[in-house]
C-alpha cells in the first residue's frame, strides 16, 4: 500500500491532472494505492481571499463550480458528478444566518477538495475503478483534544477497516479530501496549514502504508534554497528529525506537524517531484541523520534579537523562572536561545511586541532589543555538529559577516547562528560553499 498526496500545484490544470492520473494510475499496477488530494491550483486562497473582500458565498461557490465544470470538459468528464455539491451548497444558504461566520467561512472554503477529490475520482475512473471520498467518509475524524486540531488517532482502525469496506479491498482507488474535517459534533473545519500533507501521513499511519509519496512542484528537500544558493542541490535522504528542524527554520519542507504520524508509525516519507517523476526525490525516514555531514543550510528573516542581561542575579536562583514567567504571559514563543548564569539572548518573530517585552522585562533586567536579524540554521552533523559550526563560523568570519548569537545544543541536528538581515543571503552562499565538501549524503 502506498499513499499519494497531490497537493494544488501539482493538480493547476488540465496537463497537470492528466500526469497526476498516469501516476497513479502506474504505481496502482505495483500495488493498492490511497489518494490524497488538496483543491485544485490556488482555490483555497481564492476563496479565503473573496470572503475577506466581502463576496457572497453564492457567487464564489459558482466560480468554483464553473471552473471544475471546465475542466471536466475539457478531460472528456461528464460534469454532473459535480451536481451533488449544488445541493450542499443550498443547504448552506439556507443555514447561513444560524451560522458563526467561522464555520460558515470554513464550511464554503472545504468545497474546494470536495470539488478536487470528485473530479480526479471521475479522471482516474476512465481506466480504473476509483471513488471520492469526503474525509469524514472515509472514517477520519478530527479531534481538538490537545488545544489543536488533529486527525485522531484513535479512529486509525475505523479508518482502516472504513476503506477496505468500501473499496472492496483497496479494488477501488479511494481519492479522499485533505486538508478538510469534522469535528466529534459534525461541524466541517479544516487542518489549517500543511493539513492536507497531514492527512497523507495520518492516513499512511492508519493503513500501515509501505511509503507516503508527496507530490511537490520541486525534486525534492534541497540543501539551501536554490533561489539563493545557485549551488543548492537535492537531499537523497534526511531523518524526520532534520526534516522538520529544516522546515521550522525557513525550508519549504512538510510542516513540521504534518510528520508527526508518519514518524511515530515508522512509514517513510518521499518528496517527489511530478514534474520529472523519475527523479528519486527525497526520502524522509528514521530518527538519526548522518554523522559529521552537513544536509542543509536554511535562513528565516525578520526576527528580533532580544538580550537580557542582570548582573544582581549572580548566584541566585530563580532568575530563568522569572524572565520566563513573562514570556508565558505575554503568550510569546521563543525560536532561538543562549543563556549564561546572568544573561539570556533569544529570538522573537518580529510580529511579536517586543516593546512590551522589553518593558514587562526590565523590573528584572537590563534588556536591549536588535531588529531585523536572520537566523541562518545548520542541520545535520549530530555529534560532529559543532566541528561543523566551527567551519562555518570561521568562513563567516574571514567574510567579515559579525555573528551576533549561536544556539546549539538542544537539537543535535541542528545549530542556529544570528547575525543582520541583510548579511542572511550572503552569509548562505558562504557557508554553504565551505561546507559543501561535507555533504556526502
Excluded at 512509514?267 to 517523476?277: G, M, N
Aim: net charge negative; hydrophobic share 40%; proline share 3%.
Amino acid at each position: 500500500m502506498r499513499v499519494m498526496k497531490f497537493g494544488g500545484a501539482s493538480l493547476s490544470g488540465v496537463s497537470e491532472i492528466r500526469q497526476a492520473v498516469k501516476l497513479i494510475h502506474e504505481y496502482r499496477e505495483r500495488g493498492p494505492v490511497a489518494v490524497v488530494v488538496s483543491a485544485i491550483g490556488k482555490m483555497t486562497e481564492c476563496l479565503l481571499a473573496g470572503l475577506r473582500n466581502g463576496e457572497e458565498g453564492e457567487s464564489l461557490f459558482t466560480f468554483c463550480f464553473h471552473l471544475h465544470e471546465g475542466l471536466c470538459k475539457s478531460l472528456g468528464i461528464d460534469s454532473v458528478i459535480l451536481n451533488p455539491l449544488n445541493a450542499e451548497m443550498e443547504q448552506l444558504s439556507e443555514n447561513r444566518k444560524t451560522m458563526p461566520e467561522p464555520s460558515y467561512r470554513e464550511r464554503l472554503v472545504a468545497f474546494g477538495e470536495q470539488f478536487s477529490a470528485r473530479l480526479i475520482a471521475a479522471a482516474l475512473s476512465m481506466n480504473t475503478p476509483a471513488m471520492a471520498f469526503d474525509s469524514w467518509d472515509a472514517g477520519i475524524e478530527l479531534s481538538d483534544d490537545r488545544g489543536f486540531l488533529e486527525i485522531d488517532e484513535s479512529g486509525y482502525s475505523r479508518i482502516r477497516e472504513t476503506l477496505k469496506e468500501k473499496t472492496k479491498d483497496f479494488c477501488v482507488i479511494p481519492v479522499i479530501t485533505g486538508y478538510i474535517g469534522k469535528k466529534r459534533n459534525g461541524v466541517i473545519t479544516n487542518l489549517g496549514r500543511g493539513g492536507s500533507d497531514l492527512t497523507a501521513t495520518a492516513l499512511g499511519a492508519a493503513l500501515k502504508a509501505e511509503e507516503i509519496i508527496a507530490w511537490k512542484d520541486v525534486p525534492g528537500i534541497m540543501s539551501a534554497d536554490p533561489g539563493i544558493v545557485s549551488s543548492a542541490h537535492v537531499i537523497p535522504e534526511i531523518s524526520f528529525e532534520e526534516a522538520g528542524e529544516m522546515a521550522f527554520f525557513g525550508a519549504q519542507v512538510l510542516h513540521p506537524r504534518s510528520m508527526y504520524p508518519a514518524r511515530f508509525h515508522s512509514i517513510p516519507v518521499r518528496i517527489k517531484s511530478f514534474l520529472d517523476p523519475r527523479h528519486p526525490g527525497t526520502l524522509i525516514r528514521g530518527e538519526e541523520g548522518s554523522e559529521g555531514f552537513l544536509k542543509a543550510v536554511t535562513g528565516r528573516g525578520d526576527v528580533t534579537l532580544i538580550d537580557i542581561t542582570s548582573n544582581r542575579m549572580l548566584g541566585q536562583y530563580g532568575f530563568l523562572s522569572k524572565i520566563f514567567s513573562v514570556f508565558e504571559a505575554l503568550k510569546l514563543s521563543v525560536d532561538l536561545i543562549a543563556t549564561s548564569e546572568v544573561s539570556v539572548s533569544c529570538t522573537l518573530d518580529e510580529s511579536h511586541d517586543a516593546e512590551l517585552l522589553k518593558e514587562s522585562l526590565e523590573k528584572y533586567a537590563q534588556v536591549s532589543i536588535r531588529r531585523r536579524r536572520g537566523i541562518l540554521t545548520l542541520i545535520g552533523g549530530g555529534k560532529a555538529a559543532p566541528l561543523l559550526l566551527a567551519d562555518g563560523l570561521k568562513a563567516l568570519h574571514d567574510k567579515k559577516i559579525e555573528v551576533e548569537m549561536v544556539s546549539h545544543g538542544a537539537s543535535k541536528t541542528s545549530t542556529g547562528i544570528v547575525l543582520r538581515n541583510e548579511e542572511l543571503n550572503r552569509a548562505l552562499n558562504i557557508v554553504h560553499s565551505t561546507l559543501s565538501e561535507e555533504v556526502k549524503v
